[in-house]
């Protein structure tokens, strides 16, 4: 299960820097102008929707192993 999670994880900082990207940097508020900043707002909700995956798979084989 260690991949899955580390792929979890990877893909969620991944997401989550293209979030703070598009809404706290000039060019990223250039390409995400108006309605299209929910673009970023929605990368940023599923990146620690991902991030919290990958814990809870953790959290459950950890538990599991004792």
């Known amino acids: 299960m260690k991949p899955l999670v580390l792929v979890l994880g990877a893909a969620g900082v ?3 820097a293209f979030s703070w ?6 060019g990223g ?6 309605m299209a900043g929910m673009i970023p707002l929605g990368a940023s ?3 620690f929707g991902l991030i919290a995956v990958g814990l809870f798979i ?3 084989a950890w538990r599991r192993a004792r």
């Open 14 to 16: 991944t997401l989550l």
């Open 21 to 26: 990207w598009g809404l706290n940097t000039g």
């Open 29 to 34: 508020r250039r390409s995400f102008d108006e």
């Open 45 to 47: 909700v599923l990146g």
């Open 58 to 60: 953790q959290l459950f």
